[in-house]
């Protein structure tokens, strides 16, 4: 799992905090790139999507509660979060105690999960 530390000057309820992706949401961006190359044929707009992924993940270091709560499927009602960027949701939870927010997943928002 990969770590990524920040200060928080901003008085959230988080102020020290570290963002974990595990090993499936590598796994998940790069399908998507792939998956966005193949359609566009165009390195920059799978570039592009990739990047604007990797900064909303970024932006739950500020803000880790912006998303909603997760109230259908796999991550229903278990304490997940969800924030879409696109036609993608990114799965993820704030662990408040630990200072902690993991991102699990990011699918593509019409399949089912």
């Known amino acids: 799992m990969h770590v990524r530390h920040w200060e928080n000057s901003g008085g959230n309820i988080l102020d020290k ?8 949401t590598y796994r998940d ?16 707009n799978a570039i592009a999507l990739a990047e604007k992924l990797e900064k909303a993940i970024l932006s739950l270091e500020e803000q880790p509660y912006r998303g909603a709560e997760r109230k259908y499927g796999f991550y229903a009602f278990k304490g997940y979060r969800q924030l879409t960027v696109e036609n993608y949701i990114i799965i993820y939870e704030v662990f408040e105690n630990e200072k902690v927010v993991a991102v699990v997943t990011v699918k593509y928002g019409k399949s089912e999960f």
């Open 17 to 24: 905090c570290t963002v974990k992706m595990f090993p499936q």
């Open 29 to 44: 961006i790069d399908k998507i790139y792939e998956q966005a190359l193949l359609v566009s044929n165009y390195a920059d």
